[in-house]
T-cell receptor
Framework: EDQVTQSPEALRLQEGESSSLNCSYT??????LFWYRQDPGKGPEFLFT???AGEEKEKERLKATLTKKESFLHITAPKPEDSATYLC????????????FGTGTRLTVIP | DAGITQSPRYKITETGRQVTLMCHQT?????MFWYRQDLGHGLRLIYY???????DKGEVPDGYVVSRSKTENFPLTLESATRSQTSVYFC?????????????FGPGTRLLVL
C-alpha cells in the first residue's frame, strides 16, 4: 500500500537557523513526489515536483532532494514568512490519478 | 484573474440536508479533483474527473456525488450530509491526470455538519 510519513510533525526554528524536513515514502513505482506549502485557512500551494532519485530542485531558501526511500526539504536561513505547514505527496503506479499525501510538518520560524 | 475558485468558503448545514460545493477553474485544465482534509489524515481523494462527463472514484467516495458538464466546473454534492463529512474540502485541477502531474489547489470550503 502506498504510504507517506512526514517528520517531524512540528518544528520551531529561530530565524536564520537552517534545518530539514523529511518525507519517507513507500510506493509501487514512483511517478512523482510533490512538495506543497499550506498557510492556515488556505489551499496547498505547489512548490516542487521530483521524479527520480538524485534529483534536486531549489526555490529561494528551499531545496528539495529525492532518494529511493525519502525526500528532504532543506530550509536555509529561514525567515518568519516561511512559517507554514509543508505537505509531501507521492504518485505511484497504483491508482493512476491518486496522490497520497502525508500529514505535513508545521514549521514555525521565530524572529 | 486565472485560477481556481471554490464557493462557498464556509458552510454550516444539518444532518440529512443536501449540500453542493462549487469549484471553478480558468486554466482549461482537463483534470479536476476533490479532496477532503481532516486532522490526523493527509489530503484524501474523493472523486476526480478526466474531462467533461468523465468522472471516477477516489479513495473516499461514499456519500458524495460529482458531475462535470463543463470543463471549467466540477461541483461536489453531499446528498444527505452526515457529521462525519465535517471537513475542509479542496478542489484541485491539473493539465494531466497521471500521478506524475502537478495538481493546483483552490482555497478550500470549510463545512460543518451539525
Amino acid at each position: 500500500e502506498d504510504q507517506v510519513t512526514q517528520s517531524p510533525e512540528a518544528l520551531r526554528l529561530q530565524e536564520g537557523e537552517s534545518s530539514s524536513l523529511n518525507c519517507s515514502y513507500t510506493v509501487s513505482g514512483l511517478r512523482g513526489l510533490f512538495w506543497y506549502r499550506q498557510d492556515p485557512g488556505k489551499g496547498p500551494e505547489f512548490l516542487f515536483t521530483l521524479y527520480s532519485a538524485g534529483e534536486e530542485k531549489e526555490k529561494e531558501r528551499l531545496k528539495a532532494t529525492l532518494t529511493k526511500k525519502e525526500s528532504f526539504l532543506h530550509i536555509t536561513a529561514p525567515k518568519p514568512e516561511d512559517s507554514a505547514t509543508y505537505l509531501c505527496a507521492v504518485g505511484g503506479q497504483t491508482g493512476a490519478n491518486n496522490l497520497f499525501f502525508g500529514t505535513g510538518t508545521r514549521l514555525t520560524v521565530i524572529p | 484573474d486565472a485560477g481556481i475558485t471554490q464557493s462557498p468558503r464556509y458552510k454550516i448545514t444539518e444532518t440529512g440536508r443536501q449540500v453542493t460545493l462549487m469549484c471553478h477553474q480558468t486554466w482549461s485544465h482537463s483534470y479536476m479533483f476533490w479532496y477532503r482534509q481532516d486532522l490526523g489524515h493527509g489530503l484524501r481523494l474523493i472523486y476526480y474527473s478526466a474531462a467533461a462527463d468523465i468522472t471516477d472514484k477516489g479513495e473516499v467516495p461514499d456519500g458524495y456525488v460529482v458531475s462535470r458538464s463543463k470543463t471549467e466546473n466540477f461541483p461536489l454534492t453531499l446528498e444527505s450530509a452526515t457529521r462525519s463529512q465535517t471537513s475542509v474540502y479542496f478542489c484541485a485541477s491539473g493539465a494531466g491526470g497521471g500521478a506524475q502531474e502537478t495538481q493546483y489547489f483552490g482555497p478550500g470550503t470549510r463545512l460543518l455538519v451539525l
